[in-house]
């Protein structure tokens, strides 16, 4: 039985981990902090690995940890990341509030969000959206910082060492 290449991605082994989730959050003339998550290798897909790269003014940091030695990760930002409300559909001609007004924002910070997703538990696509400040992608992504703000090493988790 021959499987289609998307399939094989799914169930054969990576050559380096792959992240399932990517958030990032860019500031207009600051660093952008990217935070990748993926499954711990051995974990049984119960613990994750976190990688943040953060760039600006023409240097770039990389860091890591683990829903092993950071605790709450697992629940703050992994689980939490199944709870995100994506923005709504904005159709011309149709009013986006009920007085049809609408907000705009020029400048701030913008917010990214990119991970697997599934119809009826049918692994399929990819999910995408964007934002500025005050949505619910903003605080997500903030609140994921700052939750993992005192975890962060230079260190590559353990697990991910000797990968594959």
């Known amino acids: 039985m021959i499987l289609p ?3 094989l991605a799914l169930v ?6 792959m992240p399932f ?3 990032t959050r860019s500031a207009t ?4 902090t990217q935070i990748e998550i993926g499954v ?3 974990s049984n897909q119960r613990h994750y690995w976190f990688r943040r790269v953060e760039s600006g003014q023409g240097e770039i940091t ?8 950071c605790e709450g990760s697992r629940d703050t930002v992994v689980v939490a990341a199944t709870q995100v409300s994506p923005p709504e559909v904005a159709v011309p001609g149709i ?3 009920a007085d049809g007004s609408v907000v705009i924002t020029l400048d701030g910070v913008q917010y990214s969000f990119e991970a697997r997703s599934h119809y009826a538990g049918n692994i399929s696509s990819s999910l995408r959206f964007t934002s500025n400040v005050g949505t619910p992608l903003a605080d997500y992504v903030e609140d994921s910082i700052l939750a993992l703000e005192p975890c962060w090493s230079e260190d590559v988790p353990g697990a991910l060492q000797n990968w594959p």
């Not at 054969?12 to 981990?17: D, G, V, W």
């Not at 990389?62 to 030695?69: A, F, K």
């Open 5 to 7: 290449a998307a399939l």
């Open 12 to 17: 054969a082994p990576a050559t380096e981990p």
């Open 21 to 23: 989730l990517t958030m």
């Open 29 to 32: 003339g600051l660093a952008t």
């Open 40 to 42: 711990l290798p051995g």
């Open 62 to 69: 990389v860091n890591w940890t683990d829903s092993q030695s």
């Open 95 to 97: 009013p986006v509030t």
